[in-house]
């Protein structure tokens, strides 16, 4: 079996949706106190939230963010490998990326969408953000310790720049690459391979929460 073997795919996912389905009651108490107390309590009005919440949607973005996962994994091999960045020598690999962060995107704005319409709006943008951060920034944050970390050690612990850069650039991963994207941060080539280069899709999400209460306003 090599490794751009489709079946190590099929075999894993069926592990996952088996967990899914083990953890499910978990994980509804979970997304019961989400939407009393979370973001969609924040943008719907009427009590039984739980509603508009789109289980088979939901469900799906999860099996598409598991699919690139597979792909960063394989690009990620190659890239050690051979030691260029790019996708890898598999239809199967290359597609489950590029085609699941799409449908993800757009499964997203459907589903946020559908909350701002039924509820005319975001009636507290406050808490809709609060939850948002709430969510993503604790992983990201923990990200960039392990990138900061790595850094350090490939320059042996020594500043490549001048001091004043080196926070400049920290702080455009604390700002999430807003407005400035991510640099390398103490000038080590390649930070953002260090973790597959998946952060401008977190990017893209900061900016789109950030933007969705003035759509939602309209």
């Not at 924040?42 to 598409?64: D, T, V």
């Not at 963010?65 to 091999?77: D, K, M, N, Q, R």
């Not at 490939?154 to 500043?159: T, Y």
Request: charged share 10%; proline share 7%; aromatic share 18%.
């Amino acid at each position: 079996m090599t490794i751009t073997s489709i079946w190590p795919y099929f075999f894993w996912m069926a592990i996952f949706l088996i967990l899914g389905q083990a953890l499910a009651p978990w994980a509804k108490r979970a997304l019961d106190w989400e939407f009393h107390n979370g973001e969609s309590s924040a943008m719907l009005k009427q009590p039984n939230a739980a509603r508009a919440f789109n289980l088979p949607l939901e469900s799906l973005r999860g099996i598409l963010a598991i699919s690139v996962l597979f792909h960063h994994a394989c690009t990620t091999y190659f890239f050690y490998k051979n030691g260029r960045w790019e996708p890898p020598p598999s239809s199967f690999y290359a597609a489950i990326g590029p085609i699941p962060v799409t449908l993800f995107f757009m499964l997203s704005g459907y589903l946020f969408w559908g909350k701002a319409l039924a509820a005319g709006g975001i009636p507290n943008i406050k808490k809709f953000l609060v939850a948002r951060l709430r969510r993503i920034l604790p992983a990201y944050y923990l990200l960039v310790l392990i990138l900061v970390a790595l850094c350090a050690w490939s320059s042996r612990f020594a500043l490549q720049v001048s001091f004043g850069q080196l926070l400049k650039q920290l702080l455009d991963w604390v700002l999430v690459g807003i407005p400035n994207n991510f640099p390398n941060i103490n000038n080590a080539p390649n930070t953002r391979l260090n973790c597959a280069d998946v952060v401008w899709t977190l990017r893209l999400e900061m900016i789109f929460y950030l933007a969705f209460p003035i759509f939602a306003f309209f």
